[in-house]
């Protein structure tokens, strides 16, 4: 059985719903972040790196990062499409995965939540804070001319949208006003039953009330 490493909320919120769309069977720990469990000895030993996701295979080898999990769980179950045939629809859910995930999220909302990392004065990281909204916000305005007319990265759902959702997710939450495309993108995916349930389950369930 896969097990699945994650924190509610966070970016593995995405890997969670890939998994679910792809009705696969897998075990959940919980890493709770701010009490420091991604920095245990048990947790390193799984990923050194301590970060999340982390997605422990049938034959005990580690994936540990958003990328390398999406990418193996998409060519894993290929029928799905999660990764388009097209070379070209390819090459696009490529660039918005890559964006979405080291841009959006690693560039920008990482300077609004861990603002520490980037200023250790109280007087500098408000600045911090608002480079990182800036730094968002012009993400979504350039992914928003990337989607496709079916509201999704490409002409159908694929591993480029849970990324994208995510960030979306946070951005919501954070009162950050999302592009047209982008809103669209967003309510088509809380429109998914993997999506809703994905939610519900990490404690998110209020928002379709």
Known sequence: MLKFYMTPGSCST???ILLEELEQVFAVYIVNLPKGDNLTADYLAINPKG???????????????FLTIAWWLAKSFPKKGLIPDDAEAELR???VLNYAVNTIHG???????????YASEQSEQERVKKQ???????GFTYINRLLS???FVVDHFSIADVALFYNEFWAQRLGIKLPEGCQK??????GRNAVRQVLSEEGYGSIFR
């Open 132 to 138: 990182g909204e800036i730094l968002v916000k012009k």
């Open 51 to 65: 970060t999340i996701p982390t997605l422990v295979r049938d034959d005990g080898t580690a994936l540990t990062d």
């Open 93 to 95: 859910v490529l660039e």
């Open 14 to 16: 995405g890997i969670h």
């Open 185 to 190: 993108h967003y309510e088509l995916m809380l």
């Open 149 to 151: 007319p079916s509201g």
């Open 107 to 117: 560039h920008g909302f990482t300077r609004i939540f861990t603002t520490d990392r």
